[in-house]
């Protein structure tokens, strides 16, 4: 944030009518946010109107947000910082963002799919690879009750499966 | 848009017999309203951000008007993997999905775990066995991860070879299936499964390389050679003189280089156990192998079947003492030749020389191990071409340690490419 530089202040409106207050600079990691100031919307008290997120999603992608555009701006902030300061920097923001994301199923998918529509790129990697990280260790029958999903193979699929990739299935025995 | 659809799709539309919606459809045939690859091809973000910005009214009273063949049509989450959505194949996956959901109830989008772009970017961050499991878990999701592209993506991550342009990929093997391919790379299969495979005591994956040329280098030291004799007198005489050797005949393409620890045949005071897997118990009788390998040599049937036949390039031995061994493979091409610089920069990378545990470097084009030898050591190399399969080059000591670093080189008939990078996943430990 460079001194003298006016605070300039977006306000995003959830479907259920709450509104958040963040920094222009912030907001503009969501290129849907980006667009819409571009073609002079939004800066208006009414704010940008975000359909299909509620509040509680938005809140949270708010702090997002905010977190990212503080980190960014300290790293902008000190040029002359070392490399080691900039990757303890970044491992620390990392794990303040596995923290974050450590989420149910339900919420995660609820904000993946804001962040989509936000087209936050960064939060959709970091919920993408919760996801990930959420199917890794399991078994497949895990991963189905996980997921709710039945099992629609005949028997003859599922052979014809453990015959292609015989070293997953003796690996995980 | 196929988001937009799903909202407007009747609650309870999805419960219905399939065989009353295929009549349905049978009765009136009409052309697909909106094509399928198009829907699924087109990026979710701009989906979205599309539908934020401009609610498009036209398009949404053409859907009202069609109402009627929406939800078979463009609602189903498999419509780019097969675009003949409005066929019964649809009726599983329609049973897969959560029960109960209602999509005009809630406000919020309907709680669908099928959505391609979702899985195509979560597929992004699990290993092979992973999207296997993930793949045997319903229909839908085994032909989503049928996809090459996952396959292609998670081979060259796995291997460190992603990188920001691109072209510098070499093209697609060919005949070859990527997933075919991760699955001879990662699954645990090495080369020392079919030889002296009780000697073998770990091996730990150093990373891919690319041969752009048919030209490799290896060397038995971290430096490049002054001069090499020839090529016409063969490597046989270049190694044994220098220690180095130049291939023209390597096969280019992705490389994977590995490192193994082997017990020695040779050595006489042989007090390891077999339970040694920590490098830096390497004392006696063990070798460090660097083997480096060409991705497709293991979906080749006369390797599996034992009838791939090896040529031995030669040997170098050293009498001086010496307080480290080091091997390098490279690429001999103009590209190379900052992979080269990267990975003979020694003190870059190489450990302090105290610390006996050896360590391996990787560059785009080039790979190289280095071990510090904690007693002033003698060294041999020796150079293992294998009919045009493998090289070694190996360094043993005296009857103490004794370092081995041999690459297998898979050469064809053509050219060779070497890249390089930073090692080392554990592979598998080989009991």
């Known amino acids: 944030m460079a001194a003298g530089k006016p605070v300039v202040m977006v306000t995003l409106v959830s479907s259920d009518g709450q509104s958040f207050q963040l920094l222009e600079e912030a907001a503009l990691l969501s290129a849907m946010v980006r667009d819409t100031i571009q073609i002079g919307q939004g800066r208006g008290p009414a704010g940008i109107p975000i359909r299909n997120i509620t509040g509680q999603t938005l809140s949270m992608v708010v702090v997002y947000c905010n977190k990212h555009y503080t980190a960014a701006a300290a790293a902008d902030g000190d040029d002359a910082a070392d490399e080691e300061k ?40 970091l919920c993408c690879w919760r996801f990930a990280d959420m199917m890794k260790g399991k078994s497949a029958s895990e991963i189905r009750v996980k997921l709710g999903i039945r099992d629609d193979f005949t028997s003859e699929q599922r052979a014809q499966i453990e015959k292609d990739s015989p070293w997953v299935w003796s690996r995980t025995t | 848009m196929g988001k937009a659809i799903s909202l407007l799709r009747p609650p309870q539309g999805t419960r219905e017999s399939e065989s009353e919606r295929g009549m349905e459809l049978r009765k009136r045939p009409r052309p697909p309203l909106v094509d399928p690859d198009f829907v699924s091809s087109q990026p979710a973000r701009k989906r979205a951000k599309g539908q934020s910005l401009r609610p498009a009214p036209a398009r949404r009273q053409a859907m009202r008007r069609r109402g009627s ?41 309907p709680f669908n775990w099928y959505e391609v772009d979702l899985w195509t970017e979560v597929a992004k961050y699990l290993f092979g066995a992973e999207l296997v499991r993930l793949s045997s878990t319903c229909r839908w999701f085994r032909r989503l991860l049928a996809d090459e592209s996952i396959w292609r993506y998670a ?48 091996a730990y994956r150093i990373g891919g390389f690319l041969l752009e040329s048919p030209h490799m280098l290896l060397t038995a030291m971290l430096a490049l050679p002054r001069w090499l004799p020839p090529q016409d007198d063969g490597p046989h005489i270049a190694i044994e003189m220098t220690g180095a050797c130049m291939l023209s005949n390597a096969r280019p393409g992705i490389w994977i280089a590995d490192f193994h620890l082997v017990q020695c045949s040779k050595c006489t005071i ?93 560059a785009i084009y080039a790979v190289a191990l280095n071990s510090n030898l904690p007693f002033g050591v003698k060294f041999s190399s020796d150079a293992r071409h294998d009919e045009g399969r493998a090289d070694s080059v190996c360094q043993d000591h005296t009857a103490d340690l004794l370092i081995k670093q041999c690459v297998v080189a898979f050469q064809e008939e053509e050219t060779i490419v070497i890249p390089i990078q930073r090692l080392k996943l554990p592979l598998l430990q080989c009991k």
């Open chain 2, 270 to 362: 042989n007090t390891c156990s077999g339970e040694l897997t920590d490098a830096r118990m390497c004392g006696t009788g063990v070798l460090q192998v660097l083997d480096a390998r060409h991705c497709e040599l293991f979906l080749e049937d006369s390797f599996w079947n034992g009838t791939w036949e090896y040529e031995d390039l030669g040997d170098h031995y050293n009498n001086e003492e010496t307080a480290t061994a080091a091997c390098a493979i490279f690429n001999a091409s103009r590209r190379a030749q900052e992979s080269a610089s990267c990975v003979l920069s020694a003190k870059s990378w190489v450990r302090r020389c105290d610390d006996p545990q050896p360590k391996a470097h990787r």
């Open chain 1, 86 to 125: 900039k990757v303890a920097n970044k491992k620390q923001l990392r794990e303040w963002d596995e923290q974050f994301i450590n989420l149910e199923q339900d919420k995660l998918y609820d904000i993946l799919v804001a962040a989509n529509n936000l087209g936050i790129d960064g939060l959709v990697d």
């Open chain 2, 69 to 109: 063949c929406l939800p078979v049509t463009i609602q189903s989450p498999v419509a780019g993997i097969h675009p003949s959505a409005c066929e019964p194949c649809e009726a599983p996956l329609r049973a897969c999905r959560l029960p109960g959901v209602s999509f005009i109830a809630h406000r919020r989008r």
């Open chain 2, 155 to 202: 081979f060259l991550r796995d291997l460190s070879l992603l990188l920001a342009n691109a072209d510098r990929y070499p093209p697609r093997p060919l005949h070859r299936s990527w997933r075919l391919l991760y699955t001879a790379a990662f699954n645990g299969a090495h080369s020392y499964l079919f030889f002296r495979s009780k000697r073998h005591i770990g």
